[in-house]
Structure formats: C-alpha cells, structure tokens
C-alpha cells in the first residue's frame, strides 16, 4: 500500500490535492494445490495518487486466474502475463510503480507434446483499468530446442533453441475519417544459441499496417530487430546487444495512448541507473522508431593483487546509445509521418541523425576493510529531452556525474550508508547536488536523511532544496516506512517504459507485507 | 510418432487460421465523405477539446476535431478548453491567456492528465470509473457509437446582443421529445472563434522552429452562463412534450470578438453528467 498526505507546496509546482490524502493499494492472494493454482489480486484506488493515471480510480478485482500444470500441458484462465521471446510482439506483464497491468483475461495454453517443443496459444482482451479494452488479442508462439528434438544434437556442447511466434489483434472500426484494418498481426523469428561461455539471443519481428494514435495514423508496416551477446568466464563478463525499431507500437485500441493496452514490450538497451542523480534524465523507448547499442564490461581484479586489495575490486565500464532512424518522404508531397498515408520510408541500413540518450559510465565497487566498503560512479549522459519528454525547443542535456556511496559497518548489525552525488550540466535546470545519510539496525530499523539541491539553477529563486527524512521498519515479511519531503518533478523509467512523477510535499506512507 | 503427426497437423490448422488474421488495407485510407447536416431531430454531440497553446500534439488534436466537424456537420459542436498546465500564460508570444475558472473546473474535475484528449458529450464517466477523457483518434469512434440514439429533448437558443452594455441575452426553449425522468440539467457556455495567437507544434517541416506564431484558435470556450454546471432543468417525471423556458445573460469582455462569438447550451443527465443534446448560436 502507498498512501501520502499532500502539503500545498507553490515554490516546486506541487499543487493544491483536494482530498489531502490519496491511496494506491493492492492484494495478492495466490492459492496452490497440486496441479492447480488460483490467485487474484484485489486493487484500490483512493482517489489514484498523483503521477498515475486518474482512468485508474475505482476498487475491485481486476486480477484473477484458475492454472493447471500438469508436465505436457499447462492451462490458464482468467487474466494471464505471458511472453513470447523478448516480447516485441507480446508480452503482458504487471508493474505497479509505473502504473501498467496490460494481462490478457481470457485462456492461456502451453503443449509441450514431446520433448524440445512447446506451443503455446493464448486469445483475450487486456485488461483497461477496471475495464476490459475493445480489441481482441490472439496469439501463438513455438518454441523448438535442437539438443532436445535431435539426437545429433544431444551431446553437443553448443545449445541452440529456434522461436517463432505470431500476434494478431481485433478491433471494429468505428473510425469515421480512416479505413481501419480490423485485423492486425504481428510475426517475429528467434534464436538462441549457448555455446560455453557465450550466449547469443536474436529476435526479428514484423508487423503490417496498424495506423494508431501512436504513430499519427500511418500505414507502414513495422519491424524490430533485437540482438544480445554475452561472454562471461570467471572474473570477466561481456556484453554487446543492438536493436532497431520502426514503427512497433501495438496496442489493443489504436487510439489510445499512455502506458494502457500495450501488447508487446520493447526493451531499453540502457543500463537502468539506481541512483537519484544517474536516473534524473533516464532513456525512454522510442516505439515509433529508434535504434540503438550498448557494450560492457565487468572485470574483477583479483584480490590480494596491488591493484585489488585484500578484497578484490570490481571495474564495470558501459556505454550504450540510442538514436533516430532514417525517415524519408514517400513522395515531394507527403509530409513525413503524415496521417492517412503511408508515413515515411526508412532504409534498414542507414542511421537517423539525431541522437536520442548516450549514457557512459564505469562503476568501481570495493570493500577496503572490514567495515568499510563502497561504490565509487562516473557518468556522462546526453539526453534529448524534445524527443524523450516531448517538449519541442528543449536543448539536448549534456551532464558529468559523479557518486560516491559508502558503507561503514559500526558493528555487526549497525552501519552507516553515505550517498554523495553531484550532477554538472550547463543545460536543463544546470547543476544539482545530493548527500544521503542512512543508519540501519539491521534487521529491522533503518533511518534515513537527504537533501536533493538544485543549487546551480540559472535562476536564483529556483534553487529549491528537495529534503527528506524517512523511517522504516521491518519485521518477518512485513515492511513499513514513512517518508516526509519533497519530491522533484520528472520522469520515472523502469526498462525503457515510462511515467511522469509530478512534482510533491507531504508525508508518505508505504506497507509491504506477505503472509 | 502418431502423436505427433496430429500434433502437426493441429499446429498447421492454427497456423493457418492465425496468419489470415491479418487484414491489408489499400489506398486510398480515407473513408468517403456523408453528408450528415440532416435537419429532422437527431441527437448532436459537443466535442470538448482540452488544449494548450504549449502543447506541441494538440494542432493535431484540431485538425481531427475539424475533420469530425466536416463529417458530422451541425451534428457536432466543437469547443476547445485551454486549461492545464500548458494552456497557462507564459511569456512573450505564449501570453495570451485562453484559460477560463470553467474550463480549468472541467479539467480538474475530469481528472484531465494528457493534451490532446477530449470529452464526446462527456459519455463514459460513472462515480466509479472515469473513461470520459479520450484520445483524439478515439472521438469519431464514440461519435459513432452515439449516433443513433434517439433524441430526448431538443434545444433551441434565441440570443439578443446589446451592442453597447455588450450584454447578450439568450433564451433557450427546451421540449421533451420524450418521456423523462431523472434529474437533468442545462448549461450555456459561450465560445469564441478564430483567436489568432501563437501555437507550440512538432514535426510540422513549415514550422521549423516548432511555433506557429499565426495559429488560429477555434472554439475557445470563454466563459459559462449559468455556471460551470448549470441549473436544474427537469426532475422526477416529465411527459413527451413538455417545454422548459430559460434566461440568461452575459457581459462579454472588451478583449472578445461578438462576431466571432457563439452562446452552446446542453442538457445533461445529472447522474453520469452525459450530455443528452446540445445546439450553438451565433451571439449575433
């Protein structure tokens, strides 16, 4: 349960809150026996809690299921979370701090009918709400793994597992200005190949002309290509993934926007930063069109070497980048991206001119002694924030960041947590600075101060001081906190997926428990 | 091995019927044009357009707003509510205020969080669900979905504009088509057309720098009436033909345009605030 109460607060734009007091709060209940399982979720929202959709006001059980298991077939019905592959043609999934819950209510079938195949087939409609959307969602997906079907296979050292999956969705067309496609389907390939220490996934997915809001009305086909590599040994780790995607958004209901309704999943390919400052300009998936890498590399130094310690060190060096894709007029007299045509032509292997977010970055983490231990960050981050946050005119942010966190264990059961961080940026609202001071009574208590300062803001009377105190106590699987301060306004980003947090001041209240 | 041959081939059955379902739609992707400027009574549709002036999308949410508006004729009556954050003045050419107590009571009672979205006669909001608020490609669809009802009540508005108090008197007469019961209400806005002020936009190759510095406002709701919710106009039960009579009255502001003015008065159902029937007229 999050609860806050809501203090007026002009200087930072937080606004008046009628009801003082807004609530989001949630139950799980899962029952399992044997082969069967059955759960549901009871969800209210008192009134929705500012920074989340308001379309989700209301109380109930949006959330139910019945699942048999059995080693051949697994059966669902109710409201399903699936994935197909990587999901850019499905996947359902629930994430509460952003506000989505896109499950599919309706049957959900996975076959396995002999070993290194599986099918699985799911239809439904998503969940809108404490609604269900207009259109219908059908899918299928197979899975075949070659060490398994193939006998010439089995031994081998190398792994390889073939995909294919296809999505289609239904919906009337009411529309009295377009001619709508009732049916829109989507097809995507797959393979996965582990050879020793390197793992290699691949996705390709195709989707024919689905004009919807998202993408202004166009009738271009979509694609999206996805590719992730890993090496790992002891002590090294490698990573190189790619992607590119053009025109991919796929909803359920064409005209609708936000984080609502949305059929597949297209990941971010940078990394998801924790700390306050690293995540003030986070990347956002572009499902219009974007294209993007990313590379990294974990060492370990070796402990007992000069350079290691005692402890040893850890060394992660990432950069990723994400950018437009190439967009061409269809003809001299079609604008691009313009509604009721075709929209644009794109060549898969030219690169669009305008970058979108670069994120570069090396992390050390290091326990020096017994007590002592911390994580030493350098970043540097481009964002365009006319692209990401939509707002046309804002000049792409350039910023350095640097953190220090440490850790200094008192005693077994008590430490101390010091977060210093600072943010320089001559754009935007110019240079921030954070220290965080946090004391913990393991296991249950901890206790915690910061101050979030924009003291480098070009204007003199917005150098606001963004404080907060908290408290939190744990006991067995039951976790309270109560928070009082200031909540700048931004974005939140959870894998590429976004909400906007708007700006706040009151005392918050957050419940966990499991029983 | 039998067990896999008809796994086969129930797999090739679902493949098969998965791939048809997909439908390739050829151009030209507009549908034709109806005429719908029908005059025997019919139910209209007030579309409320909330807007900004720094709201780079909402040229686009206009530009659907006036092509449901060239399908539906006088069936639709458009009006654009300025409210929110980015309809508040700003600076230098984004200083106009468009903003009104009414429109920005809509907004917040409508729990408006995105631009552009509108209401289709405020259909869709229960006290237990708030699905009025739509985006611009879902409009038509609801217009749609609506326009078949049959009519409960007729609206008719005479107004008188004193040129020199710049007063305009209207008198709106209303007759059941119907039986009725329930509590209704009535509410008379006035909009202005045509305010010609500057406009954020987006990927528009025209305008580079992302401002429309001679955007054209249409239907820019400018004040209420009788309120931001009206007055009660019928309760209990009411039979087929009875007239309701009312007056109001407003003082327009020496900065509006009466030419360019209109007075749009609508019935509401009390319980879900769903518009039942709405009419426009020229304030002279």
């Known amino acids: 349960m999050d609860a806050q109460y809501y203090i007026k607060d002009s200087l930072i734009g937080a606004p008046q809150v009628p009801e003082k007091v807004l609530m989001n709060a949630f139950a799980n209940l899962l029952y399992t026996n044997g082969d069967f399982s059955a759960g549901l979720r009871y969800e209210s929202f008192q009134d929705v809690m500012q920074g989340f959709d308001p379309r989700n006001k209301g109380n109930g059980i949006p959330y139910r299921f019945i699942s048999y298991k059995s080693d051949e077939l697994h059966v669902t019905v109710g409201n399903i979370y699936e994935q197909f592959g990587t999901g850019i043609i499905l996947r359902t999934y629930q994430d509460w701090n952003l506000g989505i819950d896109n499950s599919v209510d309706g049957v959900d079938v996975a076959y396995t009918p002999i070993p290194g195949i599986t099918v699985k087939g799911l239809i439904g409609t998503q969940r809108f709400f404490f609604d269900k959307g207009d259109g219908i969602v059908r899918g299928l997906d197979g899975e075949v793994s070659l060490n398994d079907l193939l006998k010439g296979f089995a031994k081998s050292k190398t792994k390889i597992t073939l995909g294919g999956s296809f999505v289609s969705k239904y919906q009337k067309d009411q529309d009295p200005i377009y001619k709508l496609p009732l049916n829109v389907g989507a097809g995507a390939g797959r393979i996965n190949i582990v050879s020793g220490k390197i793992n290699i996934v691949s996705e390709y997915a195709y989707k024919i002309n689905d004009p919807s809001t998202a993408n202004s009305m166009i009738y271009k086909p979509g694609d999206a290509l996805f590719i992730s590599s890993t090496y790992s040994q002891k002590g090294l780790g490698i990573s190189l993934s790619g992607k590119r995607i053009d025109n991919m958004s796929f909803r359920s209901d064409r005209a609708v926007t936000g984080n609502a309704l949305m059929i597949n999943y297209l990941p971010s390919l940078t990394k998801e930063q924790a700390y306050t400052l690293a995540a003030m300009y986070p990347d956002a998936t572009q499902p219009n069109g974007e294209e993007g890498l990313q590379a990294e590399l974990t060492y370990n130094i070796k402990k007992k070497t000069k350079i290691g310690g005692r402890y040893g060190t850890d060394i992660t060096v990432n950069y990723a980048r994400t950018g437009s894709i190439d967009r061409q007029q269809v003809n001299d007299t079609t604008a691009i991206g313009q509604s009721g045509t075709m929209g644009y032509t794109s060549d898969f292997l030219k690169t669009g001119k305008v970058l979108f977010f670069e994120d570069f970055n090396i992390t050390i983490e290091k326990k020096i002694n017994k007590k002592l231990s911390g994580v030493l960050m350098y970043l540097y981050q481009s964002y365009n924030k006319e692209v990401i946050e939509g707002h046309p005119g804002a000049p792409m942010i350039y910023s350095h960041i640097g953190i220090l966190d440490l850790t200094y264990k008192i005693r077994e059961k008590k430490s101390f947590q010091l977060e210093l961080q600072h943010l320089l940026t001559k754009q935007d609202n110019g240079k921030w600075a954070m220290a965080m001071l946090q004391y913990t009574i393991a296991p249950k208590w901890f206790f915690a101060a910061s101050d979030l300062y924009n003291y480098g803001n070009s204007d003199n009377s917005k150098r606001f001081h963004y404080y907060n105190a908290s408290v939190g106590f744990i006991k067995n699987a039951n976790r309270i906190s109560l928070t009082y301060g200031r909540t700048r306004q931004g974005i939140l980003c959870v894998g590429g997926v976004c909400r906007y947090v708007p700006a706040s001041n009151g005392l918050s209240l957050t419940v966990i428990s499991s029983f | ?284």
């Open chain 2, 1 to 284: 091995m039998k067990r896999s041959s008809v796994f086969l081939a129930i797999l090739s059955l679902a493949i098969v019927i998965f791939f048809s379902a997909c439908d390739k739609v050829k151009p030209p992707f507009k549908e034709s044009e109806t005429d719908n400027n029908d005059t025997t009574a019919t139910r209209n549709f007030l579309l409320e357009e909330f807007t900004g002036h720094e709201c780079p999308n909402c040229p686009q949410g206009a530009i659907v707003a006036q092509q449901l508006k060239a399908l539906y004729g006088n069936r639709l009556i458009l009006l654009s509510i300025h409210a929110g954050e980015l309809a508040d003045p700003g600076t230098g050419q984004f200083a106009l205020n468009l903003e009104c107590p009414t429109g920005n009571e809509l907004f917040t009672f409508f729990q408006v969080s995105a631009y552009p979205t509108g209401m289709v006669s405020r259909s869709g909001w229960s006290s237990t669900q708030n699905l009025a608020v739509l985006d611009k490609d879902s409009w038509g669809a609801r217009i749609e979905s609506l326009k078949n009802l049959t009519p409960l009540i007729s609206v008719e508005i005479s107004n008188a504009y004193d040129t020199t108090t710049r007063t305009v008197n209207s008198t709106i007469e209303c007759d059941a088509l119907q039986a009725m019961s329930g509590t209704y209400k009535i509410a008379a806005y006035l909009s202005e057309d045509s305010i010609v002020t500057a406009q954020l936009t987006e990927n528009d190759p025209n305008y580079p720098s992302n401002i429309i510095p001679d955007y054209v406002d249409r239907h820019v709701l400018r004040g209420a009436l009788n309120s931001t919710w009206g007055d009660t106009l019928a309760t209990g039960n009411n039979p087929k033909n009875t007239q309701f009579l009312k007056n109001y009255s407003m003082v327009l502001n020496s900065a509006w345009n009466a030419k360019h003015c209109y007075v749009i008065a609508f019935v509401y159902d009390a319980s879900n605030y769903e518009i039942v029937q709405v009419e426009e007229k020229k304030v002279r």
